[in-house]
């Protein structure tokens, strides 16, 4: 099966722009789940969509948001970009929930540098 | 909500020693606690997990064990090898509706040849 893949690989933006990263899940896995790492801060969850439905959120402002489609691709969309913004966002993947104690597999991220 | 520390920051070990990381968590109700391993520039991956039913999990030459009465669970590494450098993240869940993965901040673990 093919791994979980992000797009894109690498972003630059600058201050109060938006941006949107994809995600798409391993086949079959109904749970996407997403997290940004930035040095020291290890990986911080944002939040994780089920079936089309966010399950849970993070402690992040509501500049985060994203969704998830019927084929379990997932989107996220950050708005008006700030310099604390630049970061790695992972995305994960999991057959169910995460609420069971599932195997996360991981995507290779997306780079945002915010300028 | 979930809080999850790991001590030390950075592990330096010599090739062929054992090496032990710690993790302590807050929420009592949590069932579920993977380790993940990144190497430089990679993705994360499980390398082991344990749930709160079994006390200790072995696989090769690693294992993972878990106190849940003082709500810590550790990582245990033997025999070093360079490829083990990496950050290792330990994490905790719940289950239920309202669960999440809450991970630590990682540990750098290198490992001289």
């Known amino acids: 099966k093919a791994g979980v893949t992000q797009t894109p690989r690498y972003l630059i933006k600058t201050r109060g722009q938006q941006v949107t990263l994809s995600c798409s899940p391993i086949s079959g896995h109904r749970s996407v789940s997403w997290y940004q790492q930035t040095p020291g801060q290890g990986l911080q969850f944002l939040f994780e969509?089920?079936?089309?439905?966010?399950?849970n959120k993070g402690n992040f402002p509501g500049r985060f948001s994203g969704r998830q489609f019927s084929n379990s691709r997932s989107e996220m969309n950050v708005s008006t970009l700030e310099l604390g913004d630049s970061a790695l966002y992972l995305c994960?993947?999991?057959?169910?929930?995460?609420?069971?104690?599932?195997?996360?597999?991981f995507g290779p991220g997306t780079r945002l540098t915010v300028l | 909500g979930e809080n999850v520390e790991q001590h030390p920051s950075t592990l330096s070990v010599q090739e062929g020693d054992s090496a032990v990381i710690k993790c302590t968590y807050s929420?009592?109700?949590?069932?579920?606690f993977p380790w993940y391993k990144q190497e430089l520039g990679k993705r994360p991956q499980l390398i082991i997990d344990i749930r709160s039913n079994v006390g200790e999990k072995k696989d090769q030459r690693i294992a993972v064990t878990l106190n849940k009465t003082a709500k810590h669970f550790s990582l245990h590494i033997t025999e070093t090898q360079p490829e083990d450098s990496a950050v290792y993240f330990c994490a905790a869940s719940t289950a239920g509706a309202n669960s999440k993965l809450t991970f630590g901040k990682g540990i750098t673990l290198s490992v001289r040849p």
């Open positions: 929420d009592s109700a949590s069932n579920y």
């Open positions: 969509y089920f079936s089309e439905t966010q399950r």
């Open positions: 994960a993947s999991s057959l169910w929930s995460t609420s069971g104690g599932n195997e996360q597999f």
